[in-house]
Nanobody, 123 residues
Framework: VQLAESGGGLVQFGGSLRLSCASSGRGGDITAMGWYRQAPGKEREFVASIRTVNGYINYADSAKGRFTISRDAAKNTVHLQMNSLKADDTAVYYC?????????????????WGQGTQVTVSS
């Protein structure tokens, strides 16, 4: 499975951006997709996720009320609408997919990551 992000860029404080992540390829069933971010000098942190089977959505506290994750199943794409952006949101945003692979030995969970897209919020 390959993931390709788009939509990052430079935005002013209080502005909005919409990130997109398109999945392609084979290698298992995608059971969840989501977004992580990594700011300079900090560890990668969870932002939001959506499960493909039941649509269950989870947000980090920092994203609640400002970010919205959605999925277009027909296009194998997930979006992250980010509103009311702040300087603390400046980071490289990575698309993530949880992949379930079933073999004769059982089920295995794998992770796929995109290359990342830079989001910079100017004050």
């Amino acid at each position: 499975v390959q993931l390709a992000e788009s939509g990052g860029g430079l935005v002013q404080f209080g502005g909005s951006l919409r990130l997109s992540c398109a999945s392609s390829g084979r290698g298992g069933d995608i059971t969840a997709m989501g977004w992580y971010r990594q700011a300079p000098g900090k560890e990668r942190e969870f932002v939001a996720s959506i499960r493909t089977v039941n649509g269950y959505i989870n947000y980090a506290d920092s994203a609640k009320g400002r970010f919205t994750i959605s999925r277009d199943a027909a296009k194998n794409t997930v979006h992250l609408q980010m509103n009311s952006l702040k300087a603390d949101d400046t980071a490289v945003y990575y698309c993530h997919a949880e992949i379930t692979v079933t073999t004769i030995e059982g089920r295995h969970l794998l992770d796929a990551w995109g290359q990342g897209t830079q989001v910079t919020v100017s004050s």
